[in-house]
Each structure stands twice: as C-alpha cells, then as structure tokens.
C-alpha cells in the first residue's frame, strides 16, 4: 500500500500562485507514475498534471502553461506549482500514484484551492 498526504491548499487571489506538495510513503516500489487530479464541485475529476518515473510529464489542455509538475525523489515527493491562477481552478486536488497511466492506484485525501475573483 501507498499513502499520499497533500499540502498546500488554501485561498488565494486570481492572478495569483500556490504549490501543493504530495509525500508518498508505504510501498514506494509500486509506483511508477505520480500526479495531480482535480474536481470542482458538480463536475467530473480531471487530470491536472502526471510525471512517469521516467519525467515525461503530461498536462490538462486547460493549464496552458500555467502549471508545472516536479519531484524530489529523495523526499518522496512531488510538487504542483500553479501561477496565474482562475476562479475557474477553484476545486479540490487530489495527489495520484500507480503503476499505470496515468496514475490511479492510490489517492490522498485531497486540498481544497480556492481561487477568488
């Protein structure tokens, strides 16, 4: 088993930036990709950003480079920076890990990122 635990979330201006953090922990070997989904309330969970072990990253056609994906391997963690951010980024994060992809074995608990107007 895989625990993920984000961090990061909160409430911040448009135009603004945050960075979520997800630390993985648990059976580290079952991973071979990590990302980040989102859902916004009365819509369905989309991917916001994946990296397979190893670094190719995939992106939701809706970040347009606002967005980007990192990783420490020697904490275990990845990182979602998010810049010039929209009220429509409003939504709850969840950190992803597995073995396929894209990344959908283990969940964490989710952040909540509220963006105002």
């Known amino acids: 088993q895989v625990q993920l635990v984000e961090s990061g979330g909160g409430l911040v201006q448009a135009g603004g930036s945050l960075r979520l953090s997800c630390v993985a922990s648990g059976s580290i070997s079952d991973i071979n990709a990590m990302g980040w989904f989102r859902q916004a309330p009365g819509k369905q969970r989309e991917l916001v950003a994946a990296m397979r072990g190893g670094g190719s990253t995939e992106y939701g056609d809706f970040v347009k480079g606002r967005f980007t994906i990192s990783r420490d391997n020697a904490k275990n963690t990845i990182y979602l920076e998010m810049n010039s951010l929209k009220p429509e980024d409003t939504a709850v994060y969840y950190c992803?890990?597995?073995?396929?992809?894209?990344?959908?074995?283990?969940w964490g608990q989710g952040t909540q990122v509220t963006v105002s107007s």
């Open positions: 992803n890990a597995g073995r396929g992809w894209p990344p959908h074995d283990y």
